[in-house]
């Protein structure tokens, strides 16, 4: 049982330049959700998703773009990425109202 | 606005002695209380949930108290070993939709041997 898994783990962009953050739940969880954590700060929410093919807009929903086509994916897109999207990145998935397994993060330098 | 402020900000303790970490909320209407761990480098694993009508919840050495009255919630920590070594951080999800949750900024505890 992987729990909740995210790729890359790493990554360097360079500014204008695209990418896409995968993550992966094996647990069958309606709930996924995206987070960035940023040094002395909680953790906020961007995107989320209830289900299968429905997203909703988080705290800090500007610059991102999200998919959910399948039910253990939730994908987290950066159209042209900007240095102060420099963050750690977390996905979680619950089956209730509150996240419950995250992923180790992905963390992403934009330069 | 929703608010979670968590105290001390960081702490400092000997291997095996208690500790206890605050978080005052003002979140509302209220849902659920979760507190995670999050070690260097990991994601935030949870330690233990609470609803409205709980007011003590324990997973080991770790013991979560809830005041719903007064939104105070606590986590003690018992005989601390080096391994909590960590952020703790306090989470209170809403009871409006899936999005609602508001994080602490954390309290991070270092135990020395």
């Known amino acids: 049982n992987a729990g909740v898994t995210q790729t890359p783990k790493f990554r360097v962009l360079k500014t204008g330049q695209s990418m896409t953050l995968l993550c992966a739940q094996d647990?069958?969880?309606?709930?996924m959700y995206w987070y960035r954590q940023d040094p002395g700060m909680g953790l906020r929410l961007i995107h989320y998703s209830v289900g299968e093919g429905t997203t909703a807009k988080g705290e800090v929903p500007d610059g991102y773009n999200v998919s959910r086509l399948k039910k253990q994916n939730f994908l987290l897109g950066l159209e042209s990425a900007a240095p102060s999207q420099t963050s750690v990145y977390f996905c979680?998935?619950?089956?209730?109202?509150?996240?419950?397994?995250f992923g180790n993060g992905t963390r992403l330098t934009v330069t | 606005k929703n608010q979670v402020e968590q105290s001390p900000q960081s702490l400092i303790i000997l291997e095996g002695k208690n500790c206890t970490l605050q978080c005052n909320y003002t979140v509302s209407p209220f849902s659920n209380l979760r507190w995670y761990k999050q070690d260097t480098g990991r994601g935030p694993v949870s330690l233990t949930i609470m609803t409205f009508s709980e007011n003590t919840k324990s997973n080991g050495r770790y013991t979560a108290t809830l005041d719903a009255d007064t939104k105070q919630s606590s986590l003690h920590i018992t005989a601390s070993q080096l391994s909590d070594s960590a952020s703790y951080i306090c989470?209170?999800?809403?009871?409006?939709?899936?999005?609602?949750?508001?994080f602490g900024d954390g309290t991070t505890l270092t135990v020395k041997p």
């Open positions: 979680a998935s619950s089956y209730r109202k509150s996240p419950l397994h």
């Open positions: 989470v209170v999800s809403s009871n409006t939709n899936a999005g609602k949750s508001t």
């Open positions: 647990m069958n969880h309606e709930y």
